[in-house]
């Protein structure tokens, strides 16, 4: 739940998602539809999915009993290295390892390392090294204080060297540079994405459809969109659901992710179709609703011509 959100948001959600399901055998008996209305609201539903999915290969394989080990804890769908990681070395005390983003940012500045913090050379060392550093009493609490570390005082941007614990041993420090460590990644290309979007508002409010679990803003609302590479093809995607009047676009509005230059144009609604108009389930009040980043932008924008 903590991923890409804050703790003060997850922290009611998680408690109410608990109380849904108590045990392994409750959520591995929820129906994948129900976690996923459990999960609604914080995004990124393939992890509510993969949750629900180690639940059932813990029920049919382990006999409901969740490992102890690292090495067995990766062996469940959905748990990755880190993850099986903070896992044993936490809630188990297991001399297990983790590297995370915050640790191969504090551990590069520290050791002074080269590459960029996704290269694998770069990892393959921090996660021997970590092997090491992580033998002794406490390991849950050394992984943790190994995450805090880069997440609260050896930031991304402007490090906290002058109250660092560690600032006298810091090779990074001792340059003068740590903001050149980890190297910055070579800018990779990025793709174009276009998207129609349809406007039509009545007096239930906006109408907004959820999307997909997969994908991009998977489960998440907006207005209904076409999507492609060119407009013509995302007009032409969105023309399947509904008409717009394509002859004046309410708005254009720009959004960058890590790998697309998105670029949508928002309609108003032509006709709407008997079996939607008749359909008050679909309106929302739009800033209520879980929105994408995109669709928000969209809506605000439009917001101020209308
Ligand atoms: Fe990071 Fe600065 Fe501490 Fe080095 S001295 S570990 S760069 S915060």
Redesign the pocket.
Known sequence: MLQQTQVKTVLPRYHQFLDEFPSVEDLAAASEESVCEAWAGLGYYRRARNLRRGACYVMENLGGVIPSTASELEAIPGIGRYTAGAIASIAFGEEAPLVDGNVV??LA??FVLPGDKEDKTLKKTLWATTTEMVKGKQPGDFNQALME??AT???PVA?????????RD????EKGA??A?PAPRPSAKRKSLFIAFAWHENKSGLWLEQRGLDGLWSGLWELPSGQGDTMEEAMADLAKKVSVDASEPLMTVRHILTHRNVEAVIYSLGKLPRSRASSGKRYRLPLEAPLSGLARKAILATQTVL
């Open positions: 940012r504090f500045r520290y570390q880069g005082v050896c930031k490090p906290r060297c002058g109250e660092c614990c560690v600032q810091c090779g990074a420090y740590p903001e460590y």
